[in-house]
T-cell receptor, first 113, second 114 residues
Framework: DGGITQSPKYLFRKEGQNVTLSCEQNLNHDAMYWYRQDPGQGLRLIYYSQIVNDFQKGDIAEGYSVSREKKESFPLTVTSAQKNPTAFYLCASREGSGTGELFFGEGSRLTVL | AQSVTQLGSHVSVSEGALVLLRCNYS??????LFWYVQYPNQGLQLLLK??????LVKGINGFEAEFKKSETSFHLTKPSAHMSDAAEYFC????????????FGSGTQLTVLP
């Protein structure tokens, strides 16, 4: 079945450590997105990529980095510069541009101790 | 600029009762509007979307929403709640349909009481 796979589902890290969240899709979608979800705040866009080897900052990119070396993969690194990294992270993809549906992964919950 | 306001962070209904989740938006141009559902510890799933065609939009699982320009609203309804409808619901607006310009509301947690 086609879909988006995020891993790990749960992750615990110490303060000051960088962590990388994986996002893989087999939907052959061009565009991929990373969102952060905090209780009562909805989803906020961190980074997005519309084609391979290109990505753009979203609304809350500080303290995060991404790469897009392959169409199917869009990993997110939460760096030590991110002041409050504990959150639920969601990866999504979409076919091309326009009003196409966003398909979401099941999320990764990061807790920094 | 655009924004979305979901009235009521928590809504409780009895099984079989009407579900009404409220969403008001602001947008400087005709908007595209979406409702997504999220079950615990999962990603979001699209329920329905409005893209300037019919103002009454039917979605999955018996949900529908009506676009009312004069009220800047896009409320989500379902005639009869089922226990499986318990989840968090997000309204979202986009000026052009682009995901880059998608703004999400803060969500409404729906509880269905037996």
């Amino acid at each position: 079945d086609g879909g988006i796979t995020q891993s790990p589902k749960y992750l615990f890290r110490k303060e000051g450590q960088n962590v990388t969240l994986s996002c893989e899709q087999n939907l052959n979608h061009d565009a991929m997105y990373w969102y952060r979800q905090d209780p009562g705040q909805g989803l906020r866009l961190i980074y997005y990529s519309q084609i391979v080897n290109d990505f753009q900052k979203g609304d809350i990119a500080e303290g995060y980095s991404v790469s897009r070396e392959k169409k199917e993969s869009f990993p997110l690194t939460v760096t030590s510069a991110q002041k409050n990294p504990t959150a639920f992270y969601l990866c999504a993809s979409r076919e091309g541009s326009g009003t196409g549906e966003l398909f979401f992964g099941e999320g990764s919950r990061l807790t920094v101790l | 600029a655009q924004s979305v306001t979901q009235l009521g962070s928590h809504v409780s209904v009895s099984e079989g009762a009407l579900v009404l989740l409220r969403c008001n938006y602001s947008s400087s141009v005709p908007p595209y509007l979406f409702w997504y559902v999220q079950y615990p510890n999962q990603g979001l799933q699209l329920l329905l979307k409005y893209t300037s065609a019919a103002t009454l939009v039917k979605g999955i699982n018996g949900f529908e929403a009506e676009f009312k320009k004069s009220e800047t609203s896009f409320h989500l309804t379902k005639p009869s709640a089922h226990m499986s409808d318990a989840a968090e619901y997000f309204c979202a607006v986009s000026r052009s349909g682009s995901a880059r310009q998608l703004t999400f509301g803060s969500g409404t947690q729906l509880t269905v009481l037996p």
